[in-house]
């Protein structure tokens, strides 16, 4: 079954710190997958998208890593702001089938000052 | 402004009594889709329309119905609500030709429905 798995499921930290969120994902053939930031009352938006042959990919202070071989990925957040308090999205897309997108469940981040 | 509105933005209602929430998305994209997000379960599709008079059944597609008749709008209809529905529900659109995976969708702000 494909499935995305996120963790942790909430987190807090101090604002300036760094912090790094985990997905996992078991979607098979994999297409592609985007971390999207999640502001509350507000729908997703996307931060970065990787293919199969992309390693990492960065968006300002935001970076993602994809390691095909074993289905992990990561958003790091460098040098926190208080704005970066919101749900992170992981969303896997199946090759096999253009509307078929997968979701994990998210992070919730809250950032303190 | 490239954007996907919805209406209304929260709605309180009783069950059975029947309501509709509109979509509707002005870049001109094929595709559009319809979640709901509930805690600890992430998004789920409800149903989807990859082009005008073509629509598809998501993963939770019972007790809802959905219409296409224009290219911009993609409502979604509750015939009968009731407390389960209670949910928030997110339209979402992106262009389907080419490379369509790749496509990113966006989404609108979501409508916040609470079914008493």
């Known amino acids: 079954k494909n499935q995305v798995e996120q963790s942790p499921q909430s987190l807090i930290i101090l604002e300036g710190k760094n912090c790094t969120l985990q997905?996992?994902?078991?979607?098979?053939?994999?297409?592609?997958l985007r971390w999207y930031k999640q502001d509350t009352g507000r729908g997703p938006v996307s931060l970065t998208i990787?293919?199969?042959?992309?390693n990492t990919k960065s968006n300002g202070r935001y970076t993602a890593t994809l390691d095909a071989d074993t289905k992990q990925s990561s958003l790091h957040i460098t040098a926190s702001q208080l704005s970066d308090s919101a749900s992170y999205i992981c969303?896997?897309?199946?090759?096999?089938?253009?509307?078929?997108?997968?979701f994990g469940s998210g992070t919730r981040l809250s950032i303190r000052p | 402004e490239a954007q996907v509105t919805q209406n209304p933005r929260y709605l309180i209602t009783v069950t059975g009594k029947k309501l509709t929430v509109t979509c509707s998305q002005n870049?001109?994209?094929?595709?559009m889709s319809w979640y709901r997000q509930d805690p600890g379960l992430g998004l789920r599709q409800i149903y989807y329309?990859?082009?005008?008079?073509?629509?598809d059944k998501g993963d939770v597609p019972e007790g809802y119905k959905v219409s296409r008749k224009e290219k911009r709008n993609f409502p979604l209809i509750l015939e009968s609500p009731s407390p389960n529905q209670t949910s928030l529900y997110l339209c979402?659109?992106?262009?389907?030709?080419?490379?369509?995976?790749?496509?990113?969708?966006?989404f609108g702000p979501g409508t916040r429905l609470t079914v008493l």
């Open positions: 979402a659109s992106k262009n389907d030709r080419p490379m369509s995976s790749y496509n990113e969708q966006f």
């Open positions: 997905c996992n994902y078991t979607v098979s053939p994999f297409s592609n």
């Open positions: 990787m293919t199969f042959s992309e």
């Open positions: 969303v896997v897309s199946d090759y096999s089938s253009a509307s078929k997108i997968i």
């Open positions: 870049m001109n994209h094929e595709y």
């Open positions: 329309s990859m082009n005008v008079e073509v629509t």
